[in-house]
């Protein structure tokens, strides 16, 4: 199946910094890929749809200023969460969508997910 | 407003027997289901997928039911295995005008023993 890879898998950085996080696909173009966040023992949220060439769209309640979404290529989008805090501390996952895929099947491939702590 | 709902946060099983992971939506409009399997520390894998247009879908052992009437689907895995173990979510689709976004349960954690 299609392979969805995110970098780093985890960090560990200062309360105050912004840590940029890559979701790339690897064997197909994504036109739409989606950032999710995941808390302990909680569903999937989902944060921001990505689409490449045009800005995000955050769902309600998710700060665009404090998560920038970047899709600057089919097989690429960057998360980065800017001056982070210890409540951003989470697991974040991406996942991108097979341009190949028809509607119907099974679209959407995720991402290993990145453990953010911020201390 | 939860529009996923799974309302059992576990369930544990016998090696051999059936898994039966249960999953309620409130939204009529979403119109194709998947079930991803999850481990700790690691992104959803895709599982199975029905669309709105059936109400059964089989993959080897497991096996999806969708009861639009009721807004109820289930995910069937005989016989389960210890390798199952993990937590399973279910979500929903709404094509059109969405971006194809998935809405996910909170997941239920399946424990099959040996």
């Known amino acids: 199946g299609a392979v969805v890879s995110q970098h780093p898998s985890w960090v560990i950085c200062k309360s105050g910094t912004s840590v940029k996080i890559e979701c790339r696909s690897l064997?197909?173009?994504?036109?739409?890929m989606f950032w999710y966040r995941q808390f302990p023992k909680q569903s999937l949220m989902l944060m921001a749809t990505s689409n490449e060439g045009s800005k995000a769209t955050y769902e309600q309640g998710v700060e665009k200023d404090k998560f920038l979404i970047n899709h600057a290529s089919l097989t690429l989008s960057t998360l980065t969460v800017t001056s982070a805090h210890p409540e951003d501390s989470s697991f974040y996952i991406c996942?991108?969508?097979?341009?190949?895929?028809?509607?119907?099947?099974?679209?959407?491939?995720f991402g290993p997910g990145t453990r953010l702590l911020v201390l | 407003d939860q529009q996923v709902k799974q309302n059992s946060p576990s369930l544990s099983v016998q090696e051999g027997r059936i898994s039966i992971l249960n999953c309620d939506y409130t939204?009529?409009?979403?119109?194709?289901f998947l079930w991803y399997k999850k481990y700790p520390a690691e992104g959803p894998t895709f599982l199975i997928s029905i669309s709105s247009i059936k109400d059964k879908n089989e993959d080897g052992r497991f096996t999806v039911f969708l009861n639009k009437s009721a807004k109820h689907l289930s995910l069937h895995i005989v016989p389960s295995q210890p390798g199952d173990s993990a937590v399973y979510f279910c979500a929903a689709e709404l094509s059109s005008g969405s971006n194809y976004k998935l809405t996910f349960g909170k997941g239920t954690l399946l424990t099959v023993n040996p």
């Open positions: 064997d197909f173009q994504a036109t739409t």
């Open positions: 996942s991108a969508r097979d341009l190949r895929s028809p509607w119907g099947q099974e679209t959407q491939y």
């Open positions: 939204n009529s409009m979403f119109d194709y």
